[in-house]
């Protein structure tokens, strides 16, 4: 092998090498813990499809209870998150576009900011906000409302907190394919008399239709796997209504008392099954739309 044939390794090897240790191999490892029972500290011992048997069909089992609940609660979450995830960010981008817009690179950073925010503060300033007595939605609109301990509102904070950090990623994907439409279509539509909004479904989303799969399949399994959101804003509450499966499977593994991280192995690779068939559903139903 010459140089020039080895050069590739070189640059890809680093990326293979962590994705094997770090994605590949605990994945693997992580499937077969879902066969075991194990506390993270005994060795793993073989139990087949106990934990499988346990979760899904007996109903009598705690396990079966945290499983439901916190799919339920999380596709909840989905339902509510996505659509504006998509929305939100194309409008803005399809905004920022237009030819009296100005300062548009400044407009985008500081729309783009919320994003690199860790959750954990983002969770602090929006508590804030919320609070009753020390926020605006208190002292400014004069709202007596404890939105954390009270449904539908709990569930208002966490899509805020997480669209409000979300945005800005979609938007920019859509911007770089919006600038990549070619100016004389758009021109030529103008010119034949179509507005804004024919121009948009005529021209602008056609020509996105990739990008647009592939941030709502993205933005999906991304929300199913939402943690810190919850976590920070509800602990779960009011009553585990937000009470996600990932908090549930954490809370299994490496909560206080023993731990069943056989169990939360499971439910994770449930869940990461129900990931990859819903991924699979909306490519297949989008992607034949879009042809």
């Known amino acids: 092998m010459n140089k020039r044939s080895f050069a590739p390794f070189l640059f890809v090897g680093p990326h293979l090498i962590l994705f094997l240790v770090f994605i590949l191999l605990p994945t693997i490892y992580g499937i077969y813990a879902s066969f075991t029972r194990w506390n993270l500290i005994n060795d793993p011992v073989w ?119 979300a945005v800005g990623g979609n938007m920019i994907i859509y911007r770089a394919s919006i600038n990549g439409v070619p100016s004389d279509l758009y021109e030529a539509a103008e010119m034949d008399g179509a507005g804004p909004v024919r121009r948009f479904f005529s021209i602008t989303l056609p020509s996105i239709r990739f990008p647009l799969i592939f941030t709502f399949v993205m933005t999906t399994a991304g929300a199913f796997n939402v943690f810190g ?26 909560g206080s008392g023993e731990s069943v991280a056989g169990m939360a192995s499971a439910m994770a690779v449930l869940l990461g099954l129900v990931i990859l068939v819903i991924s699979a559903l909306q490519y297949y139903v989008m992607n034949r739309n879009a042809n």
């Open 47 to 165: 139990v087949g499809f106990e934990n499988y048997r346990t979760i899904l069909f007996d109903q009598d089992s705690s396990f079966h209870f945290q499983f439901f609940n916190g799919l339920k609660n999380t596709l909840i979450f989905v339902a509510l998150s996505v659509p504006p995830l998509i929305i939100i960010p194309l409008l803005v981008a399809v905004a920022l576009e237009h030819k009296k817009v100005k300062f548009k690179g400044f407009m985008q950073a500081i729309i783009y900011i919320p994003g690199m925010i860790s959750i954990s503060a983002a969770a602090l300033i929006w508590s804030l906000i919320f609070n009753k007595q020390l926020g605006i939605t208190g002292n400014v609109f004069g709202s007596e409302v404890s939105w954390a301990a009270n449904q539908p509102y709990a569930w208002i904070i966490i899509i805020v907190i997480s669209v409000w950090g």
């Open 229 to 254: 959101q919850p976590l920070m804003m509800t602990d779960g509450g009011p009553q585990q209504t937000t009470h996600v499966l990932m908090m549930y499977i954490r809370q299994l593994a490496f």
